[in-house]
């Protein structure tokens, strides 16, 4: 009878582990809400499926569209000055050539964006931060990111100052990304009333360093998302900001976000991706 009784309340034991491991592996399974009532939509480097990225058309397009904010790359000229690009050359988007910090703005403006749509040379000239917001002022909001030029956080100060004579240092108009803590951290002390993103690089993404941060979005490479990653960071209320390096799959891989109700999406085609958000 004991060895009975002892065979039964091992069998329950593993029954109730077992429904434990179910329950667990369905809570997985169910993406909980994201942090914001409304994904939000940055047009990625402007509306890079009309024209030339990082250009002020590009930028006016993406405004004329209806994208939440303007998602922009900052570079430092040999001569301090901001400009907007990607790259650390000029190479592969413009028609020039050398790394943007060896460059004069001089020699930066000797150059111009090449692109090719509807079987057409796009040009258009290589803007400074400035020009952007002499173009739009507060008429929009901004995501930039920033990154250390030469090792160092030298860039922050001076995009402050152009947010102060612009009248944007304030969080509902702009927003500040980054892959640097070093910079992140320079940014804080600048201007603390704006909201600030850690960006993880492609495959380097730390779930446990992404938690123990006091910034309140994280910026994480489609292929890095998983619904434990996406789950975790909603419970700590941090919002998720995902980009996607693949132009080929991000279609796909949107619809897969969506179904995780992540909180931002940089995009390279907003048409498609409001249709996607029903906005």
């Known amino acids: 009878m004991k060895l009975l ?3 039964i309340w091992i069998v329950l034991f593993f029954i109730v582990l077992l429904l434990g491991l179910i329950g667990f592996d369905i809570k997985e399974k169910e993406a909980l809400p994201g942090v914001v009532d409304k994904p939000k939509i940055f ?19 993406a405004a004329k569209n209806g994208a939440d904010a303007l998602e922009l790359d900052l570079r430092m000229t040999e ?9 650390e050359t000029i190479d592969r988007t413009t028609n020039g050539k050398g790394k943007v910090s060896d460059l004069s703005l001089k020699d930066i403006k000797k150059y111009e964006t090449i692109g090719n749509y509807n079987g057409k040379t796009t040009k258009e000239a290589i803007p400074t931060l400035e020009e952007l917001f002499q173009t739009f002022g507060d008429t929009q909001r901004y995501y930039i990111e920033t990154r250390l030029v030469n090792g160092e956080a030298m860039m922050e100060k001076p995009l402050v100052n152009l947010l102060k004579t612009y009248n944007l240092l304030e969080k509902e108009k702009v927003a500040i990304q980054s892959f640097s803590e070093k910079s992140l951290e320079k940014m ?37 998302v998983n619904i434990k990653t996406i789950n975790a960071l909603h419970k700590q ?43």
């Open 43 to 61: 047009a990625h480097r402007g509306a890079t499926d009309s024209f030339n990225e990082s250009t002020i058309t590009s930028y006016k397009i």
């Open 188 to 224: 804080a002390k600048l201007a603390p009333d704006l909201r600030l993103t850690l960006l993880f690089k492609k495959g380097k993404f730390n779930l446990k360093k992404a938690l123990s941060v006091d910034y309140p979005v994280i910026g994480i490479e489609s292929s890095d």
């Open 79 to 87: 001569d301090d000055v901001l400009i907007i690009m990607h790259d």
């Open 5 to 7: 009784t002892r065979k």
């Open 237 to 279: 209320g941090k919002e998720v900001h995902v980009f996607f390096y693949d132009a080929d799959t991000m279609e796909s891989e949107q619809k897969k976000m969506k179904a995780l109700n992540v909180d931002g999406y940089f995009t390279d085609n907003i048409s498609f991706t409001k249709e996607l958000l029903n906005r």
